[in-house]
């Protein structure tokens, strides 16, 4: 069984920084990329990054891409999201989400409880 823990958010100035952290536990993760996705209210779950089981490789939204930085540490199973130059429009719940196969939102096994993101302008 697979359990994730996502923590780190808060409220924020427009142009501000967070690091979100999620915790992973369940020896499967360590062979499974990890994704971080947000829901915004009244809008879909969306897809902001996901990075590889080795940490060698991540991918993007084009909406952060520039801004935010996935990295993970394998020893510890901790998987971090690096926001920088925050704006309202980031305004969400943030989920890390994993899986096998992990490619999109539809692809998530195993989801945390969320983490709430808020950046005033």
């Known amino acids: 069984q697979v359990q994730l823990v996502e923590s780190g958010g808060g409220l924020v100035q427009a142009g501000g920084s967070l690091r979100l952290s999620c915790a992973a536990s369940?020896?499967?993760?360590?062979?499974?990329?990890v994704g971080w996705f947000r829901q915004a209210p009244g809008k879909e779950r969306d897809f902001v990054g996901t990075?590889?089981?080795?940490?060698?490789?991540?991918w993007y939204a084009d909406s952060v891409k520039g801004r935010f930085t996935i990295s993970r540490d394998t020893a510890k199973n901790m998987v971090y999201l690096q926001m920088n130059s925050l704006k309202p429009e980031d305004t969400a719940i943030y989920y890390c989400?994993?899986?096998?196969?992990?490619?999109?939102?539809?692809?998530?096994?195993?989801w945390g409880q969320g983490t709430q993101v808020t950046v005033s302008s």
């Open positions: 369940g020896r499967a993760v360590s062979r499974y990329a």
């Open positions: 990075i590889s089981w080795t940490g060698t490789a991540t």
């Open positions: 989400g994993t899986g096998p196969n992990l490619r999109t939102v539809t692809d998530v096994t195993y």
